[in-house]
């Protein structure tokens, strides 16, 4: 199992620019991806950003954040990081992290074993 927290969040004005971190221990390994979701109350939860934990840290961006949004990993930390740039009122959301084995089906949200509990992310107009 593996515990996640993150943390970050916050209320900032449309432009602005944020960064979320999530800390996490347990089993992750080299063919272990981490991933950010969001979720809006009464929506589906929505992909944002993964990045593998292998030697490459392939990245993978949802559209509507591809561009704004930069994930990145500090394996010496235990750590994953989503810098969000030029927010957007549309980016509020709980901002969850996530893990799974293997990096196939990275944007689905069913294949993702071990949560975090999120961080409220608000951006005003």
């Known amino acids: 199992q593996v515990q996640l927290v993150e943390s970050g969040g916050g209320l900032v004005q449309a432009g602005s620019s944020l960064r979320l971190s999530c800390a996490f221990s347990?089993?992750?390994?080299?063919?272990?991806?981490l991933g950010w979701f969001r979720q809006v109350p009464g929506k589906e939860r929505e992909f944002v950003s993964a990045i593998t934990w292998n030697g490459r840290s392939t990245t993978y961006y949802g559209d509507s954040v591809r561009g704004r949004f930069t994930i990145s990993r500090d394996s010496t930390k235990n750590m994953v990081h989503l810098q969000m740039n030029s927010l957007k009122p549309e980016d509020t959301a709980v901002y969850s992290c996530a893990a799974k084995y293997g990096s196939s089906y990275y944007y689905s949200s069913q294949k993702y074993t071990s949560w975090g509990q999120g961080t409220q992310v608000t951006v005003s107009s």
């Open positions: 347990g089993r992750i390994t080299t063919a272990s991806t």
